[in-house]
């Protein structure tokens, strides 16, 4: 079965410190692996995917993320943390089923807090 | 356009209510999904509709009806819920062409509270 796990339920940077949150993947076929954002009271918006094209994937907001198979990893970075950055984060891989069904599963998030 | 829409933004309403939750797009998305987010938590899937039809469930119960009466719209019937209900109920959307890549596009989700 295919999952995710995310280390560190809460993470807290200062501004303009650099940003990491860590996710480790499980799968038994290259995977496709996501990066979510939701802000409070805010459905999620996709920062970047991982879709074996490249291992270094750029997304927006100067967030980026590298897939490492050796270490099963794709973990989120961003140089310099903005206060605006501060919200729950979370991985992804999707699930596909016979033909074009398919689904995400989550990890368990990660809360993100910059302080001043 | 990648905006999902979802109506309303909160409601409340009793263990012997019927209310129905709604989702909009008009990307021309042939996947939709509903997910159930409860609080400090990621969200869990409940329901995927491929083509207008229902393609997963996710062993919900039967008090959760969803319905997809055309591509662009996706409702969620809501009927003798009870108070563990309560949470944030998101509706989402993909182009569904095989593709893995693909992504899912998110509505900013009705909150729900049972009484």
């Known amino acids: 079965a295919q999952s995710v796990t995310q280390l560190g339920s809460h993470v807290s940077v200062s501004e303009g410190a650099l940003v990491l949150l860590r996710c480790n993947y499980s799968?038994?076929?290259?995977?496709?692996l996501f990066w979510y954002v939701q802000y409070p009271n805010q459905g999620l918006q996709l920062l970047l995917k991982y879709t074996s094209a490249a291992t270094l994937v750029k997304g927006i907001n100067d967030f980026e993320a590298e897939f490492k198979k050796s270490e099963t990893s794709f973990h989120l970075t961003k140089p310099s943390a903005h206060m605006s950055d501060a919200a729950e984060y979370f991985c992804a891989v999707k699930v596909v089923y016979g033909g074009a069904t398919n689904k995400l599963i989550f990890g368990t998030g990660t809360l993100l807090a910059v302080q001043p | 356009d990648t905006e999902v829409t979802q109506t309303p933004k909160h409601l409340v309403m009793g263990m012997t209510n019927k209310k129905s939750l709604k989702c909009e797009q008009h990307?021309?998305?042939?996947?939709m999904y509903w997910y159930k987010q409860k609080a400090k938590k990621p969200p869990e899937l409940m329901f995927v509709y491929s083509y207008e039809k229902l393609s997963i469930n996710e062993s919900v119960p039967s008090r959760f009806s969803p319905e997809c009466p055309n591509s662009s719209l996706l409702n969620l019937h809501l009927h003798a819920l009870q108070p563990e209900d309560s949470a944030l109920y998101l509706c989402a959307s993909s182009q569904d062409r095989g593709n893995r890549a693909e992504t899912q596009y998110f509505g900013p989700g009705t909150r729900l509270l049972v009484l």
């Open positions: 799968s038994s076929v290259p995977p496709y």
């Open positions: 990307m021309g998305h042939r996947a």
